[in-house]
């Protein structure tokens, strides 16, 4: 378990201006890559915000509150049932 530092709605309205896009990017590469694994595993976080967004020691970006999760059926397939 990484060590959390700041939720990150604080850290970008500390920062008063938008990230730089290669910095953006990093952080939102992470984001997706944590949400893939969710999914992969049928679980959908359903309250994804900046307040439920964290940065660890090292500043990146970490997926919190898990509390609203909702497991999606799933086929043998990996693609949702309806």
Known sequence: MPCLEREMFNVVEDRGGPYPEPEACALLSQIVDGL?????????????????????????????????VVKVAMTDRGIPVR
Do not use: P, Q, R
């Open 36 to 68: 893939e694994v969710a999914h992969s595993l049928g679980l959908a976080h359903h309250d994804l915000s900046l307040e439920n967004l964290m940065t660890d020691a090292a500043g990146g970006a970490v997926i919190i509150d898990w509390g609203m």
